[in-house]
């Protein structure tokens, strides 16, 4: 096993390598570059750096009642959004091009999880913040989808099946 050699003289940490020493002196920088977070505005020292923490924001973190079963129960925070007047939805999330677009640019890989949902009692929140909140409601939204889909087409067939 190889031993550091190479010591920060800022913090005294050590590299095995000199290029993650001078990758790591940038953090010391007095006049540094950084780096923020569109979803949360953390500033970061490093682009890859901000890449690592932009990992953290695609996937959603759903609170679990057993193992494999979602807790269907909203949280606090969707209770008060819930409980807040109607929100105005910026029109960017109206039309499904530019929709596209701003999700794109800061979900990565993920970026339905980005999408802004516009109607509802959660009208102006992500789908990904949906999933962490509320996923009761996201449950029954989709049961009456289904629902309505069912009843839609059923009666579609009865009236052409004369």
């Known amino acids: 096993m190889e031993k550091p050699r190479h010591r920060c003289s ?10 993650n020493l001078t990758r790591h002196l940038k953090i010391h920088a007095v006049a540094r570059e950084t780096f923020d977070c569109d979803v949360c505005r953390k500033s970061l020292t490093t682009k890859s750096l ?3 923490h932009q990992q953290q924001h695609q996937y959603p973190n759903i ?10 129960q909203c949280t606090e925070a969707a209770k008060s959004v819930a409980e807040a007047p109607s929100t105005v939805v910026d029109p960017t999330w109206l039309d499904p091009k530019t929709a596209e677009a701003a999700a794109k640019r800061s979900g990565g890989e ?4 980005q999408l802004v949902i516009v109607f ?16 009761g409601w996201l449950v029954w939204l989709l049961f009456q989808y289904s629902k309505n889909s069912t009843a839609s087409t ?7 099946s004369c």
């Open 10 to 19: 800022v913090c005294d940490k050590t590299f095995t390598e000199k290029s």
């Open 120 to 135: 509802g009692k959660y009208a102006g929140q992500t789908f990904r913040w949906l999933l962490e909140n509320d996923v």
């Open 50 to 52: 901000l890449a690592s």
């Open 154 to 160: 059923a009666s579609r067939e009865s009236r052409t």
């Open 110 to 113: 993920l970026w339905k999880g």
């Open 63 to 72: 609170v679990l009642y057993r193992q494999g079963e979602a807790r269907l």
